[in-house]
C-alpha cells in the first residue's frame, strides 16, 4: 500500500481561510436573521424579508462555497464558479458603498452585520480567491453566464415587491420610480456586474500568464 500524499502547505493554508471566512459569513448571517425576527411581526415574515436581499442570498452562496472549500470540494474551487462569485461578492461591495451606505446609519448589532456583510466577508473573499484558485483558466465568455444570476434576482426581487409591495433597493422600486427607470437601472447593474467581471478575468490572465525566462 502506498503511503498518504501529504496535502501541500499551501492548500492546508487556503481550507483554513476558506472556515475562518466561512465562520464570519454564517455569523453574519445569523446576526442578520435575529435581527429581523426581532423586528418583523413573524419568523415567517422575517425570514421572507431576510430572503429578499441580493447582499444576503449572494452571502450565502459565499458562506456554503466556503464551508465546501474548507472540506476540500471541488466544484467551489473551481476558476469559473470562484471568480463568478468573486464577481458577485464584490459587486455587493462596490454597490453598497456607492449607492447604499449614505442612506442608514446602523448600530449595535446592525453595525457588526453591516460590517461583515458588506465589508468583511467580500474583501476576504477576494483575497482569499485572489491567493488561493489557480491562475490563468479563465475565458472572457465566462462573463456572459455569470450574468445570469443577478438578471434572475432582478426579476425575482421585482415580482416579489408587486406581491409583496416591498422592495429590497430603492433603485428597483417600481411603485416609486416607474417601470421603465427600473429597466435602466437593471441594465446598468447588469453592465456593473459585466465590467467587474472583464476585470476579474483579466487580473486571471495577467496574473496567471507565463513569465518569459531571460535568454542565457
Known amino acids: 500500500m502506498n503511503p498518504p500524499v501529504a496535502e501541500p502547505q499551501r492548500a492546508r493554508i487556503g481550507r483554513a481561510v476558506a472556515a475562518l471566512i466561512a465562520a464570519l459569513g454564517w455569523l453574519a448571517l445569523a446576526i442578520q436573521l435575529h435581527i429581523l425576527i426581532c423586528s418583523a411581526p413573524t419568523i415567517t415574515a422575517a425570514v421572507v424579508k431576510f430572503l429578499g436581499y441580493f447582499t444576503i442570498l449572494t452571502n450565502i452562496l459565499i458562506a456554503v462555497s466556503m464551508t465546501a472549500c474548507a472540506r476540500r470540494s471541488g466544484f467551489f474551487a473551481r476558476p469559473a464558479v470562484s471568480a463568478a462569485l468573486a464577481t458577485y461578492i464584490a459587486t455587493v ?69 408587486e406581491l409583496l409591495g416591498d422592495y429590497p433597493y430603492p433603485f428597483i422600486d417600481v411603485i416609486a420610480l416607474g417601470a421603465l427607470p427600473v429597466a435602466l437601472n437593471v441594465a446598468l447593474l447588469l453592465v456593473l456586474f459585466a465590467g467587474i467581471g472583464f476585470l476579474f478575468v483579466a487580473v486571471d490572465r495577467v496574473i496567471g500568464r507565463p513569465v518569459p525566462r531571460a535568454a542565457p
Not at 105 to 122: E, K, R
Not at 132 to 148: A, C, E, K, N, T
Open 93 to 161: 461591495l462596490l454597490v453598497y458603498e456607492v449607492l447604499l451606505r449614505s442612506l442608514w446609519q446602523p448600530t449595535g448589532l446592525q453595525f457588526v452585520a453591516d460590517i461583515l456583510l458588506h465589508d468583511i466577508v467580500p474583501i476576504a473573499y477576494v483575497v482569499w480567491w485572489l491567493a488561493f484558485i489557480p491562475r490563468g483558466q479563465l475565458q472572457w465568455r465566462d462573463v456572459w453566464p455569470w450574468l445570469l444570476y443577478p438578471a434572475g434576482y432582478a426579476l425575482y426581487a421585482i415580482v416579489r415587491g
